[in-house]
Structures are given as structure tokens and as C-alpha cells.
């Protein structure tokens, strides 16, 4: 079943950020680069964004983790249907992940992540 696992947060000063976020989790990032930074706490992943704001991500983003965005219940066009508007069509973001945006009729952001396609 899918589940919100995963949540990206647009951040300006990364290192800024990382220290507040190590700070409330209790924990140091697993994943310390550049251009990505996560934690894992309790099975949820935090992801800090240091281009967010310059790809447009105004709030964090809760993922669902789903096993293949064009072929789960969830997909973007099932979405669609429902109500949903993309907001960022899915791509391929490196390691086998990609990522699709979408908001709901209120505007509030949610995606899709896969490690499938």
C-alpha cells in the first residue's frame, strides 16, 4: 500500500539547515552533500533541498513511495481524474528514482516517488 514516506524540504542556507534538522531528529544526515542532504528517522526519509526555491517549491513536499508511478493505483492520470493537477510532471531524478508533483483541488503539494520508472 502506499504510504507518505518521504519529505523534501526547499531550504536557502544548507547548512543552516542541516545543523536545525540534525538538531530536532537527533541525528546526523545519512546522505551529506551539496546538493543533497537526508535523514532517516523512523523509516521516514528528510530530504533538504538547497534549489528548491529556484525550482519552484515554496513548502515541503510529502512523497508517496509507490512502486512504479505509471503503473500503481496512484498513477498521475488516475490522480488527474480524481481532482488532482500536476504541478510537475514526472522525471527521472538519478538513481533510479523519479518523481512527480501534484496538488489538490486546494493547492496543497503532494508527489509520487519510484524507484521503477
Avoid at 531550504?11 to 534538522?21: G, I, P, Q, W
Avoid at 531524478?93 to 508533483?101: C, N, P, Q
Amino acid at each position: 500500500m502506499p504510504a507518505f514516506q518521504t519529505i523534501v524540504v526547499p531550504v536557502r542556507d544548507l547548512a543552516a539547515a542541516k545543523a536545525v534538522y540534525a538538531a530536532v531528529l537527533g541525528a546526523q544526515p545519512h546522505t551529506d552533500g551539496p546538493y543533497d542532504v537526508g535523514f532517516s528517522v523512523d523509516g521516514c526519509e528528510l530530504g533538504l533541498n538547497p534549489g528548491g526555491f529556484d525550482q519552484g517549491q515554496t513548502a515541503p513536499v510529502a512523497y508517496v513511495d509507490v512502486e512504479d508511478i505509471t503503473a500503481t493505483v496512484a498513477t498521475v492520470a488516475t490522480l488527474v481524474e480524481s481532482g488532482a493537477s500536476v504541478v510537475q510532471e514526472r522525471a527521472a531524478v538519478g538513481g533510479g528514482t523519479s518523481l512527480a508533483v501534484l496538488a489538490d483541488p486546494d493547492g496543497n503539494r503532494f508527489g509520487l516517488r519510484s524507484h521503477a520508472g
